[in-house]
């Protein structure tokens, strides 16, 4: 008789166990229902008037016999459960994030493609002094068959006494050399009110290390149409650092190339410590191309050309590195900029061993 009435009340408890499986996934649709309307307006998932009321209505419905502390216990783990399950279904992906488009963003340039497979140099003086010393540079960078010409006009310095750039003077200089050698050109902006300005002269828009999470910069270059590099900055996560081009690709320009240029370490001996596995991170997380900077992650000559073919060999798109005609009186960056010379040297060492296919090169 005992035997027949355990097994009936077993059966029984399997049934309320099925009843409760239903209940609780039932809670969690109701649950992600609600998180989905909470994330569409902005509002926080958790709210604890909220969590508070539900657990007074156990209180007061409670009528054992469980205590109405056991209960509470038991009801925080499914509202536990409830706010981990709106999370999971609810985490914005990101626009730049590779799960979100998984073909690579391909930037065209004045008929130079950018993040097809083929990488490619952006080359050029840490900053524009002169048309003189801007067309020298511009010279040899095309003749290698080189597109994409760098030059700062707005300096971000350590030091306010150090030279601040050429301003607006600077970007003339680069459209006027960009006209004569056909190339297109790239210069740091570091103020919003001036990207629209830079937009007639440059081709792509730099937004430098220090400005990385200069969030009203990165907006206002999301309403442009025009390329925009953002290099990582000097202390930031790739997390942070996607983040960032998420904050450009949100206004709707998407025409975004990732820098990697060395990030801030105990380390001495380089200038910065060049991230070298950022670059697969970076290409396996998002759709963007990605570059490695090779003159200010190191800031020593003798490292560009294993660093450049380091970034090659794991993957980026392009590199970046300084030339001037003449390093030891340059204006900035004296040290670690390579003179024409040692610039062709580099674009031959990186042809004949492979990393810069030949069909780039004239
Ligand atoms: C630059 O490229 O001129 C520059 C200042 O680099 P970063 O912002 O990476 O320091
Ligand atoms: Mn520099």
Do not use: W
């Not at 990101?94 to 950018?114: A, M």
């Not at 670059?279 to 396996?284: N, T």
């Amino acid at each position: 008789m005992n035997h027949i009435e355990l097994s009936t009340l077993r059966t029984e408890l399997d049934e309320v166990n099925k009843e409760l499986l239903a209940l609780i996934n039932k809670r969690g649709e109701l649950v992600q229902r609600i998180g989905k309307i909470k994330s569409d307006q902005g509002m926080k998932k958790y709210d604890p008037v909220r969590e508070r009321h539900m657990l007074d209505l156990v209180s007061s419905e409670n009528e054992g016999p469980f205590e109405t502390s056991t209960l509470h216990h038991l009801f925080k783990e499914i509202f536990k459960a409830g706010l981990e399950l709106q999370e999971v279904n609810h985490k914005k992906e990101l626009l730049v994030s590779r799960k979100q488009r998984p073909e690579d963003t391909v930037i065209s340039i004045k008929g130079q493609e950018i993040g097809n497979g083929n990488p490619i140099l952006i080359a050029g003086p840490c900053a524009v002094e002169s048309y003189e010393q801007t067309a020298l540079v511009a010279d040899a960078v095309t003749k290698n068959g080189i597109k994409l010409l760098r030059g700062g006009a707005f300096k971000p310095r350590t030091s306010p006494y150090d030279f601040q750039g050429l301003g607006l003077e600077g970007l003339q200089i680069l459209k006027r050399v960009a006209d004569e050698y056909n190339c297109a050109v790239i210069s740091e902006i570091v103020h919003p009110q001036d990207l629209e300005m830079a937009c007639e002269y440059l081709d792509i828009i730099q937004i430098g290390a220090r400005n990385m999470q200069n969030y009203e910069l990165l907006k206002a270059a999301g309403r442009l149409n025009k390329p925009v590099l953002l290099k990582r900055g000097l202390a930031a996560t790739l997390d942070e650092f996607i983040n960032s081009a998420e904050y450009i690709m949100s206004q709707g320009n998407g025409q975004i190339i990732l820098c990697e240029r060395g990030i801030r370490t105990y380390e001495r001996a380089t200038r910065n410590t060049l991230d070298i596995t950022a670059v697969p991170i970076l290409k396996q997380e998002t759709h963007l191309p990605v570059f490695v900077d090779v003159t200010h992650s190191t800031g020593r000559k003798d490292l560009l050309l294993p660093a450049a073919k380091a970034a090659f060999a794991i993957g980026a798109d392009g590199v970046m590195a300084e030339v001037h005609p003449d390093p030891a009186v340059a204006l900035s960056d004296a040290a670690q900029q390579m003179n024409i010379e040692e610039f062709q040297e580099f674009v031959e060492e990186l042809v004949s061993s492979r990393f810069l296919k030949l069909n780039q090169m004239v």
